[in-house]
């Protein structure tokens, strides 16, 4: 009979009877338990928001293993006797938080907080597992874990707000070789002001948090006690199967039971978040019962790996220290295990299986690193089929047709290279005869991937093992062995390059052999068709190889004759920097120097300036609520408990851009008994409409059909018993199309202008024209006339998908909660579909996991298909959209298309400017008439002297584009930075001055921004351009980097700066405050709480309002006050929160309420104090209510016509490096200031800043939006679209916080910080062009060819492929073809 499943969550005992095997560890903890800490982000093991950590106990050494893993890939079963630690499961509201929330908390590290659990938790691990090392105890307070170790800790976990600094610095906070005056702002020292020592922090105690209890410490040895005598391997209804042998899987893989069924092995279940599983499985097994496949086995010759043995398992055995090993044993593997470190991400190494990745590589053609860095060491491995074992070089192996379900793997042996293996292993690598004595090996193993420390596959991997020996007659290496092993290129497995072998083993290296060897072998790596980025990838392989054989070339870079290789030093050889004539160092011998920027802790500083004319508004308080978002109290939508009978929704949407539904049809395999109905347009009641969201620009329907405008576009509603059910059976349905009497799609804006498919632009938003164009360009000594620009797309990458709760009510009514800035828009679009008034709708929203403004309209159709659900079916209905269909459906960033023409004097001042500007809109309209007049507006951060422009809003079956941060305005800030850049290059000046020359003088503001402009006093760039060049040292850093570059060959650096002048709008917003008879304080808005820290803003403003009764302070309003959710039958006229304005419009709205509640109870306190002394807060209020004073206010803030828009100002200065061989970057420093007026939370407007720039350097560096043929998204999940991570951001970021002193005209004298900082991230763009005129240049001169000046334009996003291009992707091969001929001239 079937076992039962026991594990235990936070110390809490669960034993399950029957479960489903497909059920998640995070589909049971969000489902069945209270625990909800855990979030869904993505299903794939890419981002983190899920991570638990995962404890193991070995009774017989009596040891807990602890590891954190995703609990979104980990199958329940499989934790059979284990126990999880959630992040509820460190602290909580009521029992105290643990040091970890409360250090996130006060560093500011979290804002919508929806990836804060699993942050926390991915800290956890790390931190429970340094302090199981033997390391000296570290001081009270800090745990063992190093600095380096802490940042590591949470290179996996995807945030999309914070721009990770902070969270950087609270996870360092607990390192005891930080130095604590390093750590950023936060609330537990004042910087510069106080000592920061570590008993401010709240104080961490290693082993405080019990990982397994002893409950099930006993339960589990007794449970073995009885295991062994009971030969049952199978439990939960015989669907999950668990075989202690080889014998035992057999038996059961060849029993008939089995042989109509659909059968899933597994060991940690990863791979399902590289292959979404569409469909359930009948049967599931186990492997990771069968001792042979765990075991880990060190032999003379080597070690053996089990196949079930995880990859994080691997590594310390292979980096293990304290063993004996042979300097070749020892290189080998601890090369192979830092490659590794850099395989996914730690939570998902912890639960990876050498095998499953192997299996994955032979059977799916998975781009694996596993496989080519074992093919590289000469690894074999030993198959299991029926009763034959086999054993197989991992070459045989990979190259066997895929492996069935019925082939294990058993073990992976990898040979240690030690001298007294190397014969045997000889058969292993290709030899060629010459002498066998005093050989040594040198091992090196490479990856091209979008992020340095891993949580991406690679653009291409290889690893390369040699044997070298000095040639008696020239004095130079050669080489006797060589295995060059490539894979992730788009071939079908990781390959050796044999032909390249064999033509270098034996010869002297010398440009010629290199330069043929680089042919063939970009001859040899040659991936398949429909690969992505396929000319990179090979010219990746000719790079790689150039950089592991360069130090042992002849004559390639001096002083190399002097190389003297002997045995001993071959590990010298791969580290020795090469010199060049002018004695400067070229790294690009040295992988682990070139790694150095990368690896390196990040440091930051920040510059906050306060001010206290509004106390408390204007401290750096930390975010209401931040310790629940951390320790996974908060709620958020998915987090409500589902109600009885609560039925789930999954959108089943067009794959074509322009189609007739004829029917869908939802298939009828097994899952469809779980797929309930299907929810259509035809459900729509009477007296509704299909409409799914509206704007003042138009309505869009809420399904396409019955006809689809666009592949993306919901066609209908999948219901099902369970989220994962709807999923499923949603993306199984059929759809059946018809393009009959249609006319082809139109899916480019050449398309649209074509066929003059336009939107309107209301005239009230369009830009005007500046001066007179044609003076302009008769002023000019120079043109450049239609120069071409192009932008695609950026999706928003909120954490939390888009999300509602429908429940119905009595009499036609329907609350629903959404995740979404916008509730009245969904309120009025809900009642629109249903047919009903709008006071039948409720609509309440308290906390949203980002919105970026991919919550505002594109949330609303999520909202309204659920009530519409709801409605139909009389019962609740959730729905969590998926990633994949979150990304196909949202649309995002609007793609551009400009032709520009410029006239310019020969000094560089520009004298005229026109654009046309094709907008692609997508589908419907949806926000897009905005769009002109902010892109024009970022634009007029320079004096063009002239400005016109003509641009159309094109119609295009592509999803709908719709607001995101900075809408317009970051497209038309890299416009002004690009045309810029063009005039210099023509001019052959730097760009830096084009762009100082061009800047506005305070007349030429007013000119361009009319009444926006401000005072004089209000135009603080050019001060804040000064201040920042001299804070950054731009130009002693500007001669640095001249240096450097003359020096280095391979890698060049580039420092660029960019302004920003960023216009904004204050819309008229509600807000209400009421005091209860306690003296609490409850608060509503318009506006919408989605990390950006409005509620904190808000609180504080409110408690300096009613403070205005106590001069003094002294009655500690600010904990009274609580602003509570939004709800559209509470407070109307919410609007959108968007546009950066909301918190202070909110701010406002709130302050204006309280004056009128000041108004009110100023008499009274007077008389109160007069007879009796004094009055408290409390008594004041009691005595109010017994008055019948009316506690309650509300206002609705119109801002005047002297206030209602203003501008901001910020300048970045940002440095890169770029690797010429890959077209890596790193981002070595970024200085940044930014106006904030007087900030009204300089911490809150801090956090913005930082998140908006690393926000913009996703858009501008690395995130490739890519659609297929019919206009439909492809980069659809975390595996191809990188948002920015820790590794990534720069490697030094300083901010300030300027503090432009008093207004009356503004919130406060506040300014807006949510999205014009965002803008700035060109800098780091214009630095990468700046480095790659350096490229262009030292490979020009190097080889002949003159392309130095002329001009380029970098795309935007300028990923490590498109970098490349750009630097040249044969300049390996134009530099050894050049040495060719040079050497033979001479
Ligand atoms: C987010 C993420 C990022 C990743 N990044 C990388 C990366 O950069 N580089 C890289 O190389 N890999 C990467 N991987 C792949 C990862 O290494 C593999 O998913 C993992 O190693 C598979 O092991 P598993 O135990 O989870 O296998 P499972 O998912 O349990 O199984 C995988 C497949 O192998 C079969 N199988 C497993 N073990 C055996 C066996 N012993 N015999 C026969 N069949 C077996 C299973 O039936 C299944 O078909 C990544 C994975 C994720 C989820
Ligand atoms: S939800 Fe598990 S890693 Fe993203
Ligand atoms: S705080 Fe990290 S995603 Fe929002």
């Known amino acids: 009979m079937g076992r039962k499943l026991v594990f235990a969550v936070n110390g809490q005992r669960f034993q399950l009877a ?37 404890s193991r106990y070995d009774p017989d050494s009596d040891q807990v293993k602890e590891s954190s893993v995703s609990s979104c890939l980990t199958l329940l079963c499989s934790i059979n006797f284990c126990s999880v630690t959630t992040t509820e499961g460190l602290g909580n509201s009521k029992d105290g938080f643990h040091s970890i929330h409360q250090r996130f908390a006060g560093f500011h590290a979290s804002q919508c907080g929806f990836c804060t659990p699993g942050m926390c938790m991915s800290l956890f691990s790390a931190l429970t597992n340094a302090d199981k090392t033997s390391r000296p105890e570290p001081p009270s307070g800090f745990s063992k874990i190093t600095t380096f170790e802490a940042e590591k800790a949470i290179a996996g976990n995807l945030c999309r707000c914070t721009g990770y600094r902070p969270i950087a610095d609270a996870c360092k906070s607990f390192a005891a070789d930080v130095d604590m005056e390093d750590l950023g702002l936060n609330t537990f020292w004042k910087k510069g002001e106080e000592d920061a020592n570590i008993d401010r922090l709240p104080q961490y105690k290693q082993g405080e948090i019990c990982t397994f209890p002893e409950f099930l410490k006993s339960e589990m040895k007794c449970s073995m006690d009885m295991k062994e005598n009971s030969k049952d391997a199978s439990f939960l209804g015989c669907r999950w199967y668990q075989p202690s042998t080889i014998e035992e899987l057999y038996k059961h893989l060849n029993s008939t039971e089995f042989n109509e069924s659909r059968v899933k092995l597994v060991v940690g279940n990863t791979a399902s978040g590289v292959y979404r599983e569409n469909s359930l499985y009948d049967k599931y097994v186990d492997l990771k019962g069968i001792p042979e496949l765990s075991v880990i086995k060190r032999e003379n010759d080597g070690i053996l790996f089990g196949a079930a043995v995880t990859i994080s398992t691997a590594i310390e055995e292979l980096k293990e220290k304290g063993r004996k090993m042979h300097p070749n044993e020892r290189l080998v593997f601890s090369k192979i295990a830092d490659h590794m470190d850099k395989v996914a991400s730690p939570f998902v ?207 390639l870079t ?44 990040l440091s930051s500083k920040q510059f906050v300036e306060f001010s206290n004319d509004y106390n408390p508004v204007g401290e750096p308080i930390k975010k209401t609520a931040v310790e629940i978002q951390a320790s996974g109290e908060a709620i958020y939508v998915d987090d409500i408990p589902a109600p009885e009978d609560c039925l789930y929704g999954a959108f089943v949407y067009s794959t074509r851009p322009l189609a007739h539904i004829k029917g869908v049809k939802v298939n009828s395999t097994p899952l469809s008994q779980k797929a309930l109905t299907y929810i259509g347009a035809n459900d729509i009641p009477k007296g509704g409409e299909n409409v799914g969201s509206f704007s003042i ?110 429940i119905p009510d009595e009499d036609n009514c329907i609350t629903v909660y959404s995740s979404n800035q916008s509730p009245p828009i969904i309120q009025i679009t809900i009642a629109k579909c249903l047919g009903i008034p709008h006071h039948n709708v409720r609509v309440i929203t308290r906390r949203v996991g980002g919105g970026f403004g991919g919550k505002g309209l594109r949330s609303v159709p999520v909202a309204t298909a659920c009530a519409l659900a709801a409605f139909r079916l009389g019962c609740p209905v959730r729905m969590y959209v998926d990633r994949k269909t979150d990304m196909v459906m949202a649309g995002g960033r609007h793609p551009m298309k400009i032709n520009y023409s410029v006239g310019f004097k020969s000094d560089g001042k520009i004298t005229g400017l026109h654009l046309d500007i094709l907008v692609n809109a997508g589908m419907s309209m949806d926000v897009s008439g905005i769009i002109p007049n902010n892109m024009v507006s970022a634009i007029k951060k320079y004096n063009w002297g002239a400005l016109s422009f003509d641009i159309k809003l094109c119609r295009t079956n592509v999803s709908t584009k719709s607001a995101m941060r900075g809408p317009g305005e970051v497209q038309g800030a890299f416009v002004a930075e690009a045309i810029i850049e063009h005039v210099a290059s023509f001019l052959s000046m730097d760009a830096n001055s084009v762009r100082k020359k061009n800047l506005h003088t305070y007349d030429s503001l007013v000119l361009f921004y009319k009444d926006s402009a401000g005072d004089v006093s209000e135009y603080t760039l050019l001060p804040i351009i000064d201040e920042l060049t001299s804070a950054a040292s731009y130009f002693k850093r500007l001669e640095t980097i001249c240096h450097f570059n003359s020096c280095n060959k391979w890698r060049k650096r580039g420092i660029s700066w960019a302004p920003t002048i960023y216009q904004v709008l204050q819309r008229p917003t509600p807000g209400k405050v009421s005091i209860l008879n306690d003296g609490s304080i409850s608060v509503e808005v318009g506006g919408i709480e989605l990390g950006q820290g409005l509620w904190t803003k808000v609180k504080q403003v409110a408690a300096f309002a009613l403070g205005e009764l106590w001069d003094d302070g002294s009655q500690n309003l600010l ?60 008594n004041l209020i009691l005595q109010a209510s017994l008055q019948s004073v009316n506690l309650s206010a509300n206002t609705y803030w119109i801002p005047g016509d002297d206030s209602r828009s203003y501008l901001n100002y910020g300048a970045a200065i940002s440095e890169v490096e770029v690797d010429v061989l890959t077209g890596a970057i790193t981002i070595l420093r970024t200085d940044l200031i930014y106006d904030c007026g007087q900030s009204l939370n300089p911490a809150v407007d801090l ?140």
Not at 415 to 440: K, L, M, Q, R
Not at 1138 to 1164: H, M, P, Q, W, Y
């Open 18 to 54: 029957s479960v489903d095997p497909s059920t998640t560890l995070l589909e049971f903890l969000r489902t069945q338990t209270k625990f909800r800490g855990p979030k869904l982000g993505c299903g794939e093991g890419g981002c983190g928001a899920c991570v638990v950590l995962l």
């Open 349 to 555: 190494r912890n639960m990876a299986s050498l095998g499953g990745n192997l299996i994955m590589a032979q059977r799916n053609q998975f781009a694996s690193d596993i496989a080519t860095i074992l093919l590289a060491a000469g690894s074999t491995v030993c198959l299991q089929m029926a009763s034959k074992r086999l054993t197989l070089s991992l070459e045989e192996f990979l190259e066997k047709p895929p492996c069935d379900v019925r082939t294990i793997l058993v073990s992976i042996f990898i040979p240690s290279w030690s001298p007294a293996i190397e014969e045997s292993s000889e058969a292993n690598i290709a030899s060629v005869s010459g002498p066998t004595s005093g050989y040594d090996v040198l091992f090196e193993t490479y990856r091209a991937a979008p992020r340095p420390l891993g949580n991406a596959v690679s653009y291409l991997n290889c690893a390369f093992l040699a044997r070298a020996s000095v040639d008696k007659n020239s004095g130079y290496p050669i080489l006797l062995n060589l295995i060059l092993a490539f894979g992730a290129y788009g071939g079908e497995h990781a390959i050796r390059a044999r032909e390249v072998e064999n033509l270098l083993m034996g010869k002297v290296l010398t440009a010629s052999v290199l330069l043929e060897a680089s042919n063939l072998l970009r001859k040899t790596i040659r991936p398949k068709e429909d690969t992505s980025h396929s000319s990179y990838r090979s010219s990746l392989a000719v790079g790689f190889l150039f950089k592991f054989l360069q130090p042992l070339a002849k004559d």
């Open 558 to 601: 001096m002083p190399e004759k002097n190389f003297h290789v002997v045995a001993s030093d071959v590990a010298q050889i791969t580290e020795y920097p090469n010199r060049n004539n002018n004695g400067c160092t070229d790294i690009l011998a040295s992988d682990s120097e070139q790694l150095d920027n990368r690896d390196s802790i």
């Open 697 to 806: 620009f138009g309505t869009e329907p809420l399904f396409g059909d019955p006809l689809t405008e666009c592949a993306g576009q919901a066609v209908g509603v999948v219901i099902a018993e369970t989220q994962k059910y709807a999923y499923m059976a949603a993306k199984q349905a059929d759809v059946e199309y018809s393009t009959e009497n249609l006319e082809p799609p139109i899916l480019s804006v050449e398309d649209a202008v074509k066929r003059s498919s336009f939107f309107e632009i209301p005239p009230y938003l369009r830009p005007q024209i500046v001066g007179d164009l044609s003076n302009g360009m008769a002023e000019a000594d120079h043109k450049i006339l239609s120069a071409e620009l192009k932008f695609s797309s950026q999706y928003y990458f909120y954490m939390e998908t888009q999300t509602a709760l429908a």
């Open 1119 to 1178: 904990n009274r006050v609580r602003v509570i959710q939004a709800d559209t039958l509470s407070l109307i006229q919410g609007g959108m929160t968007a546009g950066s304005t909301t918190s202070e419009s909110s701010c406002e709205a709130v302050r204006l309420s309280c004056n009128i509640l000041v108004d009110r109870l100023k008499s009274l306190k007077e008389s109160l104090d007069k007879q009796m002394g004094s009055v408290s807060w409390d």
């Open 1247 to 1386: 956090g913005q800043i930082e998140g908006a720039f690393v926000q913009g350097i996703g858009f501008f560096v690395n995130e490739e939006y890519v659609i297929n043929d019919d206009g439909m998204v492809v980069s659809d999940g975390t595996w191809t679209y990188k948002i920015p991570t820790v590794d990534t951001i720069p490697r030094q970021f300083n901010v300030k916080v300027l503090n432009s002193g008093h207004n009356k005209k503004r919130v406060l004298s506040s300014k807006a910080s949510g999205e014009p900082p965002l803008l700035l991230a060109a800098s780091v763009h214009t630095a990468i062009s700046e480095a790659i005129k350096a490229v262009r240049m030292e490979f020009s001169s190097a080889t002949g060819t003159d392309n130095s000046t002329s001009f380029f334009q970098l795309e935007v996003p300028a990923t490590m492929p498109v970098v490349k291009e750009f630097c040249g992707l044969d300049n390996v091969e134009k530099y050894l073809a050049h040495l060719v001929s040079t050497q033979v001239e001479a």
